[in-house]
């Protein structure tokens, strides 16, 4: 089992950057898979982006390639996702998510799915004001 905190949310001008971090409880965290997530009031909860096992494999959401960059720590139970170029559009309530995953090639293709994640952190806000 493991346990999500987020943080490094906040209110930042578009165009300009934030780095949230997600710290994970347990002694297994290279056993999880990470995704970030993001939802809005009254929308569905959306993938942002995620990691692999070894932090060799990631995925992005179309909107934020080449703004956005998912990474982790092994050894310091981390996960963060640097955000650039930061638009009112990506403002929302960011979650980081842990997933056991199954196979690699199986996880290449369900990465984006927000049923596949088993364990969530508490959000953090990020506001971009225009």
């Known amino acids: 089992q493991v346990q999500l905190v987020e943080s490094g949310g906040g209110l930042v001008q578009a165009g300009g950057s934030l780095r949230l971090s997600c710290a994970a409880s347990g002694r297994t965290f290279s056993g999880y898979a990470m995704g970030w997530f993001r939802q809005a009031p009254g929308k569905e909860r959306e993938f942002v982006a995620a990691?692999?096992?070894?932090?060799?494999?990631?995925y992005y959401t179309d909107s934020v390639k080449g703004r956005f960059t998912i990474s982790r720590d092994n050894a310091k139970n981390m996960v963060y996702l640097q955000m650039n170029s930061l638009k009112p559009e990506d403002t929302d309530v960011y979650y980081c998510?842990?997933?056991?995953?199954?196979?690699?090639?199986?996880?290449?293709?369900?990465?984006?799915?927000?049923?596949?994640?088993?364990?969530w952190g508490q959000g953090t806000q990020v506001t971009v004001s225009s």
């Open positions: 998510a842990a997933t056991t995953g199954g196979s690699l090639a199986w996880y290449s293709r369900n990465y984006h799915r927000v049923t596949l994640y088993d364990y």
């Open positions: 990691i692999g096992w070894s932090g060799g494999s990631t």
